[in-house]
Structures are given as structure tokens and as C-alpha cells.
């Protein structure tokens, strides 16, 4: 048996039917050598449990559990983000369905970062606005990332809808209302989000629109973080950002909610250029 990478001996040898009791048991057979799995022996004795660190090793080894704060049991991966990964997940306590998001370390270069955005995100636990993806809770994993509850919000993110094609003038006016509401009430929170880009904006069928992402940006080289696509030109050359940005960042997103694609391509490198210096194509 393999258990996470470890192939287990337990030093259990398996019963066999019509065997004669013998004097003492033969040292079971060492597993089979693969070139990934290292070999880890557990002395014979009374059966323990095999403590593996973030599972639950009493769970049948067929569904292990992952718990996050003691309450919040992993149960599906839900995407995969730039800042961290996104998991389906189940509140023990509240017996809630929410979505627990497991936040990379590389997106705080410091720990002034780290706490500026747990101060921004305990800040938008205040909001009552519809359009800001409610968070629930957050704190610190047994792994040392920071992880973030949010309530579950059946939608799709908007660059899986606009994969589909380009969306008519009514829905991107539609969507682009509740995106400036959700960035209106922040502002008044004191927090600017950093990344006004497809993957934080989520659409449900009918129509409502959740922002998310708040206080949560990916590094694209030294101090620029964000989705290249989608900011500034400040922002593109390292400096300090304001609502001002996020004006501009809704700009390039209503470009490519009526068109399909951003408003400038290229490398990272090139498109951080071009927002700096050139004009977007016109519609």
C-alpha cells in the first residue's frame, strides 16, 4: 500500500487460511521500489495510527479529510486561482456549505503585506453589499498560509463565461453596475482592490455578480502584482494605486467582456509596457 507517497509496512504479515500457528512471524516481504516512493518502517506492536500532518488519519484511507481553523473540512478542489487554490468545503459547526481558499505564500513578500491584507479583509467582513463575495472567516493553516472562508456562490468566473464568446452591451452593463457598486462600497472601507481581472468577477445565471479577491494579488515581477491585462499603468510600473486604478482596470475589462479579449497581448513584460505607453485598439 502507498499512503501519500509512503509505501507503509506495518509489520503485519496477512493471515492465511489452514496456516499452522508458528513460533514467531517471518519479517514480511520489503515492498516493491519505485523511484518516487520512499520506504518508512513502523515498528511492529500494538497497531497506531499513522499520523500523516493536515489528515485525519482515523478517516477511512479512502476519503481522507483535510480540516482548515479546526472547523472547515476540505472536500472537492474548486479552481485552481493565481493567488492560491479554492476548495468546496463544509463548516462543522454551522453545518454550511462554503468555499475555503488556501492562499499562496508568495503573494506576501513581507509581513507587513501579509497583515495589510487580513486588516482589508476583516475590513470587507463589514460590507453589506450584495456584489463583494461575503468572507466568513480567516486565519493562519496548520502549513503556515493564510486561508480565507467565504460564502459558497453558485457562478461561473467571467473569463469561463466569455470563453463562450463576447457578451451582449446589456449583460457587460449589467455586470460592469454591480462591479462599480462592489468597488464604491470597498472604497468607502478603505480597501482598493489590486486586481480588477476576470477571475475575480463571478456571474450566476440570472444574472448577480460577486466580486472577489479583495486584499489578494499575484506577483508578476518585483513589486507589480496583478493580472497584467487588466491594470493600471501605475500599477504596471510598480507605483502606489487608488480607486483611480481600478477605473482603469473596469475599462479593460468592459473591453474584453464586448470583444473577447484584453485590450493589449503579448508577454508580460510587453503588456505592462503597452499599458504604459500606448492607446488600446478601438472597439
Given at each position: 500500500?502507498?499512503?501519500?507517497?509512503?509505501?507503509?509496512?506495518?509489520?503485519?504479515?496477512?493471515?492465511?487460511?489452514?496456516?499452522?500457528?508458528?513460533?514467531?512471524?517471518?519479517?514480511?516481504?520489503p515492498p516493491p521500489k519505485t523511484p518516487t516512493a520512499e520506504t518508512r518502517s513502523v515498528d511492529s506492536g500494538p497497531a497506531k495510527p499513522l499520523v500523516i500532518s493536515g489528515f485525519d488519519s482515523?478517516?477511512?484511507?479512502?476519503?481522507?479529510?483535510?480540516?482548515?481553523?479546526?472547523?472547515y473540512r476540505l472536500e472537492s478542489p474548486a479552481e485552481v486561482l493565481a493567488v492560491g487554490e479554492l476548495f468546496s468545503a463544509k463548516d462543522n459547526q454551522q453545518g454550511a456549505d462554503v468555499d475555503v481558499l488556501l492562499v499562496h505564500a508568495s503573494i506576501f513578500p513581507s509581513p507587513l503585506d501579509l497583515e495589510?491584507?487580513?486588516?482589508?479583509?476583516?475590513?470587507?467582513?463589514?460590507?453589506?453589499?450584495?456584489?463583494?463575495?461575503?468572507?466568513?472567516?480567516?486565519?493562519?493553516h496548520d502549513d503556515g498560509r493564510l486561508f480565507v472562508v467565504f460564502e459558497r456562490f453558485a457562478g461561473q468566473p467571467l473569463d469561463r463565461v466569455v470563453a463562450h464568446g463576447a457578451m451582449?452591451?446589456?449583460?457587460?452593463?449589467?455586470?460592469?453596475?454591480?462591479?462599480?457598486?462592489?468597488?464604491?462600497e470597498a472604497q468607502k472601507l478603505g480597501?482598493?482592490?489590486?486586481?480588477?481581472?476576470?477571475?475575480?468577477?463571478?456571474l450566476r445565471?440570472?444574472?448577480a455578480v460577486k466580486v472577489r479577491g479583495f486584499g489578494?494579488?499575484?506577483?508578476?515581477?518585483?513589486?507589480?502584482?496583478?493580472?497584467?491585462?487588466?491594470?493600471?499603468?501605475?500599477?504596471?510600473?510598480?507605483?502606489?494605486?487608488?480607486?483611480?486604478?481600478?477605473?482603469?482596470?473596469?475599462?479593460?475589462l468592459i473591453h474584453y467582456m464586448l470583444t473577447g479579449s484584453a485590450p493589449f497581448s503579448g508577454t508580460a513584460d510587453q503588456v505592462l509596457e503597452k499599458h504604459?505607453?500606448?492607446?488600446?485598439?478601438p472597439l
Open positions: 500500500k502507498t499512503v501519500f507517497g509512503y509505501a507503509a509496512n506495518f509489520g503485519m504479515p496477512t493471515p492465511q487460511k489452514n496456516d499452522a500457528p508458528a513460533a514467531a512471524p517471518s519479517p514480511p516481504s482515523t478517516a477511512p484511507r479512502s476519503a481522507p479529510q483535510t480540516f482548515v481553523g479546526g472547523r495589510r491584507a487580513r486588516r482589508e479583509i476583516r475590513q470587507l467582513q463589514r460590507s453589506e453589499c450584495a456584489a463583494i463575495l461575503k468572507t466568513l472567516d480567516l486565519g493562519k451582449p452591451l446589456d449583460a457587460t452593463q449589467k455586470t460592469i453596475d454591480q462591479v462599480g457598486a462592489a468597488l464604491a480597501v482598493i482592490h489590486r486586481d480588477i481581472a476576470p477571475q475575480n468577477i463571478v445565471a440570472d444574472g489578494l494579488a499575484a506577483p508578476i515581477k518585483g513589486n507589480v502584482f496583478g493580472t497584467a491585462e487588466f491594470i493600471s499603468p501605475e500599477q504596471a510600473a510598480g507605483r502606489p494605486v487608488d480607486q483611480r486604478s481600478n477605473i482603469y482596470g473596469l475599462g479593460a504604459q505607453h500606448e492607446e488600446p485598439p
